[in-house]
């Protein structure tokens, strides 16, 4: 691949056109271009602000340790270092029967010889950080501002046109365009949805005590409420409640949220205040049939979505990443075809496995958690209580949580590409 760089910043027809900026896409696109591939990336919305000076705000996302190494290829890893936060233990409070004492128990990743099991780090920082990485490529092309409309793919390559008319030959089109995928749609993939009639909100809160770098996670009537450390005494929050309940509450006066939600908290972190305002999302289990169409693949919230409970998704989208762009890689350095039958089919393999599972667990895990039928929640409880006392499945449960037990890569073990 060397030398290939400079002949590709000329060429007009790059190797992959991905659709969707977000962090998937995103992520794809630096690790790739960094690689020396040519490659376009097409989103609608605006660049998003420069991360000097940004402040976290809106959502953050749980990374485990092998989504950190992805990442790192990507060539952020000074940026998440910084702006992460360790994720050293993980306490589960189920306080679902109010006659009974909460079961608190800690699962700890020194348990499993881990320093740590992740880091939670903003949202809108890691967005930034990976634009600022892919902008510094010479051979990706960045359109903002602009959508995929329509593509037609043939023995060749694949001619993609965006909402301007503007069109691209690609080898292959690499759907990360979220959970409404245009690409998805086009290419006539079909989806298993799931409305759990349940909202997520979050936000970000400053406390009085310290977190101690432990993310505490209620099980309560009507939802899990969780709070995750970030850097200083500030948690981010994922609180879910059924949807109407969850809109009631974001439309309360700012005090009287902070002091709901310091209630739900029971004090943990002692006084709460609001940094960023508080947002609703409403969750749905969904995933693609199949991840491949002609010269077409799909990946993260293009093919999956799930319930933020246990903080798989964007961990599971950046296996996606780390899959494809192996897969891409091998084929141009063997001077194969990248958007040919065998590289989109190595692809799906490798990859239905790990997302048909996860997507059946979180789901399982989702019904479970937000039950509150007497025998589910004796159920829930007596199982938490089981993994945490009986050390081989605690240690079981905590790995599977963590990383697959298929699917690890060279990209997620820290490997080069
Ligand atoms: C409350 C909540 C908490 C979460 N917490 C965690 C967590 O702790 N850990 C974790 O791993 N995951 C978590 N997740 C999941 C994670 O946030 C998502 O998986 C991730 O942000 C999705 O990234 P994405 O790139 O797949 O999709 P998106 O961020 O939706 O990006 C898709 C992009 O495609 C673009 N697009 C749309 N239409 C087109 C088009 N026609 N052409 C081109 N581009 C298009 C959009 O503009 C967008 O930029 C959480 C999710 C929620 C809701």
Known sequence: MKGAKENRKAAKNPDLLIAGGGLAGLALAAILG?????????????APEPLKGLIPSGRTVALMESSLNILRAAGIGDVLERFGCPLEVMRIIDDSRAQDEPIVRDFEANDIGMARFGMNVPNNILRS????????????????GRSVNSYQPNTQNVRIELDNGYEIFAKLLAGADGR???????SGIETHKVEYGQSAITCIVNHSRSHSNTATEFHRPGGPLAFVPMTGNQSSIVWIEKTEQAEALIALPREAFEQTLQARSANILGGITLESPPECWPLVSLRARSLKAERTVILAEAAHVMSPITAQGLNLSLRDVAALAETVIDHLRLGLDPGAESAIRTFEKRRTPDVFSRVAWVDFLNRIVADDKEPVKDLRRAGLKAVSRIAPLRHVAM?????PSVDEGRLAQGLPL
Do not use: Q, W
Not at 131 to 140: C, M, W
Not at 399 to 403: D, H, N, S, T
């Open 129 to 144: 950080a990976l634009f600022e990485a892919v902008k510094g490529l010479p051979n990706v092309r960045l359109h903002t």
């Open 399 to 403: 790995r599977y949580a963590l990383a």
């Open 34 to 46: 960094r690689a020396g591939a040519m490659v376009d990336v097409v989103d609608p919305s605006p």
């Open 180 to 186: 409404g995928s245009i690409v998805r749609t086009i």
